[in-house]
């Protein structure tokens, strides 16, 4: 199985400043043939289900906020928030999709300084 | 618009089984594969499996091979995942997704989750 390793564990960030969460795949998750990284990024709010961020590592999914970005490929991953604000508290995941079982990284809590 | 409703919460006992449904809507149910996920309490999130609706192909994720089984009816387009021999740690949330493409890849659909607690 496909390890996935976020750092950190959590993060404080004051408002307005850059969050930087780090993802590290135990093999490459980047498919040669189509030369996309098959990786994703969630955001998970107390009491609700996920909500995707990001996929293929740097695409935006439609209405989220252009202050999320993701980058990375190969095995190492980042999610940067440019200029974190109040309602960006939640805890984030990156998941692997390139093969079954599809893994989550263990979560990155993010709160505000 | 694509929407997965769970049911209700649960409480079982420690030995005893689980049956989720996750009810499909506003997409053909039998063209995209349905992720099961897990969470514990203030735990992480944890991919259990997926079914493929067209022919009730599944694979799981090791932990769970033999204990969780998940099935489909196209009739109404509902799927379910069933856990049997339930531990206390299985006290989870249990959530399914809507794949994207269809045939394996990430997740934008989910349902609301099922809190499932396992208590003697």
């Known amino acids: 199985d496909i390890v996935m390793t976020q750092s950190p564990d959590s993060l404080a960030v004051s408002l307005g400043e850059r969050a930087t969460i780090n993802c590290k795949s135990s093999q490459s998750i980047l498919y040669n043939s189509n030369n996309k990284n098959y990786l994703v990024w969630y955001q998970q709010k107390p009491g609700q289900p996920p909500k995707l961020l990001i996929y293929?590592?740097?695409t935006r999914e439609s209405g989220v906020p252009d202050r999320f970005s993701g980058s990375g490929s190969g095995t190492n991953f980042t999610l940067t928030i440019s200029s974190l604000q109040a309602e960006d508290v939640a805890v984030y995941y990156c998941q692997q999709y390139y093969t079954a079982p599809c893994t989550f990284g263990q979560g990155t809590k993010l709160e505000i300084k | 618009q694509v929407q997965l409703v769970q049911s209700g919460a649960e409480v079982r006992k420690p030995g005893a089984s689980v049956k989720v449904s996750c009810k499909a809507s506003?997409?053909?149910?039998?063209?995209?594969?349905i992720h099961w996920v897990r969470q514990a309490p203030g735990q992480g999130l944890e991919w259990m499996g997926w079914i493929n609706p067209n022919n009730g192909g599944t694979t799981y994720a090791r932990k769970f091979q033999g204990s969780v089984t998940m099935t489909r009816d196209t009739s109404i387009t509902t799927a379910y995942m069933e856990v049997n021999r339930l531990r206390s740690d299985d006290t989870a949330v249990y959530f399914c997704?809507?794949?994207?493409?269809?045939?394996?890849?990430?997740?934008?659909?989910w349902g609301q989750g099922t809190l499932v607690t396992v208590s003697s």
């Open positions: 506003g997409y053909a149910f039998t063209d995209y594969y």
């Open positions: 997704a809507r794949d994207y493409y269809g045939l394996g890849s990430y997740a934008p659909y």
């Open positions: 293929w590592a740097s």
